[in-house]
C-alpha cells in the first residue's frame, strides 16, 4: 500500500548550516507518527516544508505516492494545527470550522453538514453557536482539529499542539487526540519535545537529533532497544555513567566510571572492545533496592549508600542514592508500600541491577 506521506533524502539548509539533512521516513496509511526531540533539532522545520512553507534543499515530499515539491502550500492535501490554535474570536464555533469550507465555495447545506458531522466526531454535538471564549482549553483543541479534518486532508500537522494546556488537561488530550485520529481515520504527523506525548498517542516514532533521525520505531523499541546513546538518555529517564572499560567478554563488559565506580553492563551487538571509552545506562525501574545486602546477591552490580533525596510523586516516586565508590547519584524506583513506605533521607540502603540492564555505547559528545 502506498504511504499517506513519504520523504526521501530531505535537506533543509539555511546558509553554511544544515537544519535537516538527508532524512528518509514513510508514513503508512491512518496511522499516527510522531517526530521527537529537543528543540532546535529540525523537526519543525521538516513539518514546514511538507506543508510548502519552506522549500526543501534536496530530496522528495510525496503525498499519496504523488510529489508536492511543485504544489503551492494552499494546493497541497495537507492541514495543520499549531500550539496556538489561532481560532478567531469573533466567529462562533460553527463558523471557525465551516471557515475552510466557506473559502472552498461549498454550499450553505453542505457547510452545515459537514460542520455538524465533525462536531459529533469531536464528542461535542451541538455547541455550534457558542463563542470560542466559553469553551475550554481542550474543547478549543477539539474544535481546531475538526476545522482541519472537515477539509479532508490526506495528512494532518500537528505542531506541538498540547504545549499551552496545563499539565492534567494535557494528560487527558493525549488520549482524547489517539481516539479522534482514529475516528477520522486519517494520518497525523505530529511533533513534540515532550517523550510521553509521543509515547502514549504514536505508531511509530523518530527521535531526531541535529538534524538528523537516529531512530525510527515503536515506543517500545525506543524505550526497550534504543540503537544509539542520544536515543537512550533523552527518550525515558534512565542514569548514565561515561568511563572506559576495562573487560570485555562476548557481549558482557566491566566499565570503570570516571569517579571509580565498577559497572557491568551488555553491549547488545554494538561492538565495543576493551580501552573504549563508552557510556552505560541503566533505568531507575531496573534498579532494586534493599536494607541488607544480601538481598541483593543475584544481582551483577551491587552498590552501598546513603538516601540524599526522596522525589515523592504518588506511584511514580524516586529515591536519590548517593554513594561511597563515586560520586553521581543514582536514581532508583521507590516502592510505595511495605518497608520502603517509610524511608528517610539519610537512611543506610544497598541498590543493584542486573548487567544486562546496563545498556552500554561507545562514547559520542560531552
Not at 475552510?100 to 455547541?127: C, F, H, M, N, Q
Not at 477520522?184 to 511533533?191: G, H, K, L, N, R
Not at 544509539?228 to 527518550?235: E, H, K, N, R, S
Request: hydrophobic content about 40%; proline content about 4%.
Amino acid at each position: 500500500m502506498t504511504p499517506d506521506l513519504e520523504c526521501t533524502n530531505l535537506t533543509k539548509r539555511f546558509g553554511s548550516t544544515t537544519a535537516v539533512e538527508d532524512v528518509s521516513f514513510a508514513v503508512p496509511q491512518g496511522s499516527f507518527f510522531s517526530i521527537l526531540g529537543p528543540s532546535g533539532c529540525g523537526k519543525t522545520t521538516i513539518m514546514r516544508m511538507i506543508a510548502g512553507f519552506l522549500e526543501p534543499s534536496g530530496g522528495d515530499i510525496r503525498i499519496k505516492g504523488r510529489s508536492v515539491l511543485d504544489v503551492p502550500p494552499n494546493k497541497r492535501p495537507v492541514n495543520m494545527v499549531f500550539q496556538h490554535l489561532a481560532l478567531f474570536p469573533m466567529m462562533n464555533i460553527a463558523d471557525n470550522i465551516g471557515y475552510g469550507l466557506r473559502r472552498a465555495g461549498l454550499s450553505k447545506t453542505e457547510i452545515d453538514r459537514k460542520v455538524g458531522e465533525g462536531l459529533e466526531r469531536i464528542g461535542l454535538p451541538g455547541i455550534g453557536a457558542r463563542k470560542v471564549n466559553e469553551l475550554s482549553g481542550g474543547q478549543k483543541q477539539r474544535v481546531a482539529i475538526a476545522r482541519c479534518m472537515v477539509l479532508e486532508p490526506d495528512v494532518l500537522l500537528l505542531d506541538e499542539p498540547l504545549g499551552a494546556l496545563d499539565l492534567k488537561l494535557r494528560e487527558r488530550m493525549k488520549v482524547e487526540l489517539k481516539a479522534l485520529q482514529a475516528a477520522f481515520d486519517t494520518t497525523f504527523v505530529y511533533i513534540t519535545h515532550d517523550q510521553s506525548e509521543a509515547l502514549v498517542m504514536s505508531d511509530n516514532i523518530a527521535v531526531m537529533n541535529e538534524g538528523r533521525f537516529e531512530q525510527m520505531g515503536t515506543g517500545r523499541d525506543l524505550y526497550y532497544r534504543p540503537d544509539t546513546a542520544f536515543v537512550a538518555g533523552f527518550v525515558g529517564d534512565t542514569n548514565r555513567w561515561r568511563g572506559r572499560i576495562e573487560k570485555q567478554e562476548g557481549a558482557q563488559i566491566e566499565l570503570r566510571t570516571n569517579s571509580g565506580m565498577v559497572l557491568r553492563g551488555a553491549t547488545h551487538g554494538r561492538h565495543l572492545t576493551s580501552g573504549d571509552p563508552a557510556d552505560i545506562f541503566v533505568r531507575p525501574e531496573a534498579i532494586r533496592i534493599a536494607h541488607h545486602k544480601n538481598d541483593l546477591q543475584h544481582f551483577d552490580n551491587r552498590i552501598s549508600g546513603k538516601v540524599t533525596s526522596l522525589l515523592f510523586n504518588g506511584a511514580a516516586s524516586r529515591v536519590l542514592v548517593g554513594t561511597s565508590e563515586g560520586s553521581e547519584e543514582i536514581e532508583v524506583n521507590l516502592p510505595q508500600s511495605g518497608e520502603f513506605a517509610t524511608l528517610s533521607k539519610g537512611a543506610d540502603v544497598h541498590i543493584g541491577w542486573a548487567s544486562d540492564q546496563g545498556n552500554c555505547f561507545a562514547a559520542r559528545g560531552a
